[in-house]
């Protein structure tokens, strides 16, 4: 699955590669089923006039976490959905178009890979796809378990 990230946000760079990115794996991976989710008519729009094959070319009108949990791999853009990917156990790849903090821990923990090629994207799909889903289901269940809890924390600070 491929998250097009937001383009209307004034934090967001407007130099996004992803129209190569998303060619280049629709060419590379023409058997697989290949999702993409817009956010935006105009992102539909955009994709259908410049993408051929057969993508499955979706709104944000699902079940995120459903999609996610049933993808092989995720591409997304650095945000939300590639922080829930992974830390769903879903192989994930961040294209970086949306750089933060948290991509960045992310990434530091080897939960997300970065690429922003599109060779080296292809590159990286194909060696998730020779490798077992257990192993980044077992990584994200590891890293969670350090965390804390955001609402237990915020209640201990309300209460103090």
């Known amino acids: ?3 097009v990230e937001e383009e209307y946000a004034s934090y967001v760079s407007k130099s996004s590669n992803i129209i190569s990115i998303i060619k280049k794996i629709v060419k590379e991976f023409e058997k697989e089923n290949i999702v993409i989710l817009c956010r935006y008519p105009s992102q539909i729009k955009k994709i259908k006039n410049e993408i051929s094959g057969k993508p499955k070319i979706l709104s944000m009108s699902f079940d995120g976490k459903h999609l996610l ?6 591409i997304g853009s650095g945000g939300t ?3 829930e990917s992974s830390l769903l156990g879903t192989p994930t790849i961040s294209y970086n178009a949306v750089p933060n903090i948290v991509e960045e821990y992310l990434v530091k923990k080897h939960l997300v890979k970065r690429e922003t090629e599109p060779e080296k994207i292809c590159d990286e799909i194909k060696k998730i796809f020779h490798s077992s889903k257990t192993q980044y289901v077992k990584k994200a269940k590891i890293e969670k378990l350090k965390m804390e809890n955001p609402i237990e924390k915020l209640v201990k600070i309300i209460r103090e």
């Not at 949990?69 to 995720?74: A, G, I, L, P």
């Open 81 to 83: 959905m590639t922080a």
């Open 69 to 74: 949990k049933n993808s092989d791999v995720f």
């Open 1 to 3: 699955m491929i998250r």
